[in-house]
């Protein structure tokens, strides 16, 4: 797997204290919401393309907009279902105690936004 999403709940693995089966069910729920992101991703590519067609005409394309903005919706709800069936796994991975935990962690977001305030290559120095 490499640098994917294992790398990136490695801090979340050692706070709740999983075990490799547990971890295992987590990273393979997490790349497949990754998966379905990517594949939305490109999608969006051709949407953005049929958008830029239709706004470059002399007269709007109307029908080309709606078109555009049905893949956009269904795009959206694509990923709304690839999010919830992921959260749906990693809750039952988890146990009581652990479902709590990310909870919190959750609840509480991200704590590496917090280093980067005041550092000189993030403020402009």
């Known amino acids: ?19 490799p089966g547990q971890e295992k069910a987590i990273v393979a729920a ?9 594949g939305v991703h490109k999608d969006g590519k051709a949407v953005r393309a049929e958008v830029a067609a239709a ?16 893949k956009i919706q269904a795009s959206f709800e ?16 988890l146990d009581p105690a652990q479902r709590r935990k990310l909870g919190e962690l959750i609840e509480s977001g991200p704590r590496f936004a ?11 120095l």
């Open 114 to 124: 917090h280093r980067w305030r005041g550092h000189p290559y993030r403020c402009g």
């Open 78 to 93: 694509t990923i709304r279902d690839a999010s919830l069936g992921a959260l749906r796994k990693i809750h039952e991975a």
């Open 1 to 19: 797997m490499g640098f994917g999403p294992k790398l990136f709940l490695r801090r979340f693995f050692e706070r709740l204290d999983t075990t």
């Open 55 to 70: 706004i470059g005409q002399p007269v709007l394309d109307e029908g080309a907009l709606a078109g555009a903005e049905a």
């Open 30 to 38: 997490v790349e497949e919401l990754v998966a379905v992101g990517k």
